[in-house]
């Protein structure tokens, strides 16, 4: 199955290398596109039970889905996610 889920706090290419490389690490998980213009993430995966946990793994790292909560401390750890991001490309 192929999802395309708009996110909030993506500023930058260090985000979208953070996002790409987590979530390419979990199982399941296949082909990650992040597209900083749109705000989104898009990813196959094969089983159902995986799209909560790409949900949930956005969320840790500072990128909750739009509509979602997105107090201070959750920008905040997208700061840092979008730091180590700039590091690592």
Known sequence: MKTTLEIQNLKCNGCASTITNR???LDSIKKVTVDVDKNAVTFEFDADDTLELVKKELH?????LVGEDNKFPTKA???V???IGRMNS
């Open 23 to 25: 979530l390419s690490e």
């Open 60 to 64: 840790k790292l500072g990128y909750p």
């Open 77 to 79: 750890k997208s700061y």
């Open 81 to 83: 996610s979008c730091a």
